[in-house]
């Protein structure tokens, strides 16, 4: 018997599965609460190759004309060091986390921070500062 997506474990490492985490938001079928949601729905979407939600989620005024992902690319284990705001009520939100990956022989660490703005009741992905 084979194990839906949906009933996997979410890639975002959150504890619950994929269908009531991440792959709610990658449906569209809710928008993310909180700045720390969308982070781990964005790094989720990393992990499954979905250019479209990523950049759905990403601000208009600071998303790439287009977006290609790396097949290659083995996103393993998502680390949420610090939040600051982003919260239901908030405006902005800031995210810092650290991201480890496989490609190819190599791995690796992205270790960001992230902004977030909250318009119309809906989160976006403005920027960030990758460290080291």
Do not use: K
């Not at 939040?83 to 791995?107: I, K, Q």
Request: glycine share 10%.
């Amino acid at each position: 018997m084979t194990v839906s997506l949906d009933q996997e474990n979410c890639r975002c490492l959150s504890g619950e599965q994929y269908g009531q985490c991440c792959g709610r938001f990658h449906r569209g079928a809710a928008d993310a609460a909180t700045a720390e949601q969308l982070m781990r729905s964005r790094y989720s979407a990393f992990a499954l190759l979905d250019a479209d939600y990523l950049m759905r989620t990403w601000h208009p005024r600071t998303a790439p004309a287009e977006l290609e992902l790396d097949p290659g690319m083995e996103w393993r284990r998502l680390a949420i060091l610090s939040t600051s705001g982003g919260g239901p009520l908030d405006t902005e939100g800031v995210v810092e986390f650290t991201a480890h990956y496989r490609h190819g022989n190599g791995r690796g660490v992205l270790h960001e921070t992230s902004r977030f703005v909250r318009e119309n009741r809906r989160w976006f992905y403005v920027d960030g500062d990758v460290h080291g």
